[in-house]
C-alpha cells in the first residue's frame, strides 16, 4: 500500500478535484457557484495542460452542466459535475431526470445554505431537499473522505445491479476551503480500482437503436418507477462491497455511518458531515468525567440504513438526532424524521431533535455538550421537555 499512495496537504476542493483527475471522465460539463467553483476551475487547469483525456463542457448554467452531463452519460460517456446550494435547486427538474434514466453520473456538491436570504456559508438544506430525487448521497466528514467518497462513487454508480446517480458531500468552506493532510493513492491505483465503463445502452450504439427520454404514462411509469426503487434498495449492499474492497487497497475502512464509543452509551448524538469531528473532542471529555456518551456518523443517507440504524441505537436511553437542515413543518429536520420512522414500534430510547448550524452558524464544544446535557436530563428522567430544540439561535 505505501508504494501506491502519498501524504500531501489538500482542501477539500483540491481532494476532489484531483480524486476527479484519477478517475479520469470522458466528459465532464460545469458552471462556477461558491464554494464549490474551485473544483470545476482545478479540473479545468488539468484539461488545459492535458493532465486528463476529459472534454470540459462550460455552460451557461447549472441546469444546462446537468443537462449536458445526462446527454454525454447517455451516450455512452462517463460524466461528472459538481455543485453547490442554488446551483443544485437550479438543477432540479434535470436532477430527477438523470435519475429516472438510470445514469451513473458522480456529482460532488460542495453543501451551502440555500436562498434566501442570500447566504454562501454551509448548512445542507441544498442536498437535504434533493433527499427523494433518486441519488445515492454520502456525506463526508473531511477532506480524506470527500476524495475516497468520490473514487468509490464512481465504481457504485457505474455497477450494472445500480445504475443510479451519486452525490458526494462536503461541508462548504469548513472541509472544501480548509487545508488538511489527505492520503492519495496512485492514478494508476486508482484507475485500476474504478475499472473501464463499459455502457450497456449507449445512445450512439447505432447497431442497437433506443429511446431516450419517452413519454411515459400511466402504462409504464408505475413500473419503472418500481425499479429505479428497487435500484436504490439493492445498492446498499454493493455500496459496501465497493467500501470494503476500498478499505482492503487504502486500509480506510468505512461503512453506511461510522459509530464512535457507541457500544456501551446511554445517550448518544446521531450527525452529518464535519460537525461529528468536533463532537468527537466532546464525548472524549465527557468520557473522561465518566459520562457515557456516542455517536453515530451518517456517511450513507441514501439509500437510508434504516435497519442497520435501529440497531446500532436500540439500547440507548435519549438520542438527539443533530440536523443541519430544517423541513419547516414544525415536526424537525429530515434526519430526524428518517430515523423516528425507522424506529417507529421498535422499542428504544427517547429520541429528540437539535436543529444547528444553519447559514453556516458556527458549532461550538459548548453546543454540543448542551445537547449532551439535555440527553442526559431526558435519560435520568425520561421526561422530554422539547421535541425539537433550535441549537444557538437567539430566539
Known amino acids: 500500500m505505501k508504494g501506491m499512495s502519498k501524504l500531501v496537504g489538500m482542501t477539500g476542493n483540491e481532494a476532489v478535484a484531483e480524486a476527479m483527475r484519477q478517475i479520469n471522465p470522458d466528459v465532464v460539463a460545469a458552471y462556477p457557484i461558491t464554494p464549490q467553483t474551485e473544483i470545476v476551475q482545478i479540473y479545468s487547469g488539468y484539461?488545459?495542460?492535458?493532465?486528463?483525456d476529459?472534454?470540459?463542457?462550460?455552460?451557461?448554467s447549472e441546469h444546462s452542466a446537468m443537462s449536458a452531463t445526462i446527454g454525454a452519460a447517455s451516450a455512452g460517456a462517463r460524466a461528472m459535475t459538481a455543485t453547490s446550494a442554488n446551483g443544485l435547486a437550479l438543477m432540479w427538474e434535470v436532477v430527477y431526470i438523470c435519475a429516472s434514466m438510470r445514469l451513473p453520473v458522480v456529482m460532488p456538491v460542495v453543501n451551502r445554505a440555500l436562498s434566501g436570504p442570500i447566504n454562501i456559508h454551509n448548512d445542507h438544506s441544498d442536498t437535504m431537499?434533493?433527499?427523494?430525487?433518486?441519488?445515492i448521497q454520502i456525506y463526508s466528514e473531511n477532506a480524506q473522505e470527500a476524495y475516497d467518497n468520490t473514487v468509490m462513487a464512481t465504481k457504485i454508480a457505474e455497477n450494472k445491479n445500480v445504475l443510479l446517480p451519486v452525490m458526494v458531500m462536503m461541508d462548504g468552506f469548513i472541509i472544501s476551503h480548509a487545508l488538511e493532510p489527505i492520503t492519495m493513492l496512485s492514478d494508476e491505483a486508482v484507475r485500476k480500482f474504478v475499472g473501464a465503463y463499459k455502457p450497456e445502452n449507449p445512445l450512439l450504439d447505432m447497431e442497437h437503436p433506443l429511446t431516450v427520454g419517452p413519454l411515459d404514462l400511466f402504462d409504464w411509469y408505475f413500473e419503472h418507477k418500481r425499479q429505479q426503487a428497487?435500484?436504490?434498495i439493492d445498492s446498499k449492499a454493493y455500496i459496501l462491497k465497493v467500501s470494503k474492497e476500498y478499505g482492503k487497497l487504502t486500509g480506510r475502512h468505512?461503512?453506511?455511518f461510522e459509530e464512535y464509543m457507541l457500544d456501551d452509551a446511554e445517550i448518544a448524538i446521531i450527525v452529518i458531515g464535519s460537525t461529528a469531528g468536533t463532537a468527537k473532542?466532546?464525548?472524549?471529555?465527557?468520557r473522561a468525567k465518566g459520562v457515557k456518551a456516542g455517536m453515530l456518523k451518517i456517511r450513507v443517507f441514501r439509500p437510508f440504513p434504516a435497519a442497520e440504524i435501529v440497531k446500532a441505537i436500540k439500547g440507548i436511553k435519549a438520542v438527539g438526532v443533530m440536523d443541519k437542515a430544517d423541513s419547516f413543518d414544525a415536526v424537525g429536520g429530515p434526519l430526524y424524521k428518517d430515523v423516528r420512522a425507522a424506529m417507529y414500534g421498535k422499542?428504544?430510547?427517547?429520541i429528540v431533535n437539535f436543529i444547528y448550524g444553519l447559514g453556516g452558524r458556527d458549532v461550538t464544544e459548548q453546543n454540543i455538550e448542551a445537547v449532551f446535557e439535555d440527553l442526559k436530563k431526558i435519560a435520568d428522567t425520561g421526561k422530554v421537555a422539547n421535541q425539537v430544540t433550535y441549537l444557538g439561535v437567539r430566539e
Do not use: N, P
Open 47 to 52: 484539461v488545459a495542460d492535458g493532465k486528463t
Open 129 to 135: 431537499g434533493a433527499r427523494d430525487s433518486g441519488w
Open 54 to 60: 476529459t472534454e470540459m463542457v462550460t455552460v451557461e
Open 230 to 232: 428497487q435500484a436504490m
Open 254 to 256: 468505512y461503512g453506511l
Open 347 to 350: 422499542r428504544g430510547g427517547k
Open 281 to 286: 473532542q466532546v464525548i472524549k471529555g465527557l
